[in-house]
Every structure is written in structure tokens, then in C-alpha cells.
């Protein structure tokens, strides 16, 4: 799209775009934003696999020194906590929650062992400084485990 701006007197180009409310994510949407706040379910640690970790630290996530930061800044201090110790239990992190000057963020130490469980989701590798050369026949050997597991 182009348009021309008044006050600057100059065309100016921009590219605009639409979300589609997908039904079938319902469900999700009333686990996390269930009575309009953002929530984290009782269930987190049911729904917490290493393909969904890796999809929230490409999101809130961010390398820091030899370990990673997760924001959290929307969720309660319940919330944080819940989502803690889930870390903590299920995947035997070491984590801690520190105060950022927007909100809470968790931090988890030990890269090698947060890197063990998201090796096979290749997208998310900058984010641990990994450089991985991970060939397709390995990533499926682990998303059949993934499958066998559920």
C-alpha cells in the first residue's frame, strides 16, 4: 500500500496485514487468559515439552552470559512460580526469579543442560549460541520420541 502523508508532503509506503481468531485455539486461550487476566494453568507441566519451552524462549527468551533469561513480566507472582518450579521438577533446571525494571523474569543457569532439551528444535539455536549440525534424520529419531511419548 502507498499513501501520501500531509505533514511530511511525501509518499510513504507501508504493508498492513490481519490475524484470523483461529476456533480450534480456544481452549488455549481460556487456559492462559481464562477471566481476562494472563494466567498460567495448574496443567503447565502437562503442557510444557521441549518443542513448547523452545517456542517460549524464541519469544521472552534471551541469552545471558552462560544461561538465558525468560521474561515474564505479564504473569503474577503465582504464575512465575508455578512456572518455576515446573522448570525446576520436570527438567531439572536451576532457575531463580530476578526483578527487571519492566517485571519478573526467571533466569535458568546452565546452558549445556537447557540446550540437551531443546537440541532438536534447530530454529531456536541463536538464542544459546548454538551452532548444531543437526540432520534431518536426527531431528526425526527425536520427534518420534516426542510422538511415542504423548
Known sequence: MTHY???CG???????????RMPCLNPYY????????????NNIGELLNPVSLSYWIMDDGSK??????????AFNDQSVDR???????????????HNH?????????GAPTLRNIVLPVPSMYYKLGTVVNLTF??????????????
Open 5 to 7: 502523508e500531509k505533514f
Open 10 to 20: 511525501t509518499e510513504l509506503s507501508s504493508i498492513g496485514f490481519l490475524t484470523m
Open 30 to 41: 481460556e487456559l492462559f487468559y481464562g477471566g481476562g487476566k494472563r494466567q498460567v494453568p
Open 64 to 73: 545471558h552470559n552462560a544461561g538465558l533469561h525468560l521474561n515474564v513480566y
Open 83 to 97: 512456572l518455576m518450579q515446573v522448570l525446576q521438577t520436570k527438567y531439572l533446571l536451576t532457575c531463580s526469579v
Open 101 to 109: 525494571a519492566k517485571g519478573k523474569r526467571i533466569s535458568i543457569f
Open 137 to 150: 534424520y536426527h531431528f526425526m529419531q527425536f520427534y518420534d520420541q516426542l510422538v511415542l511419548r504423548s
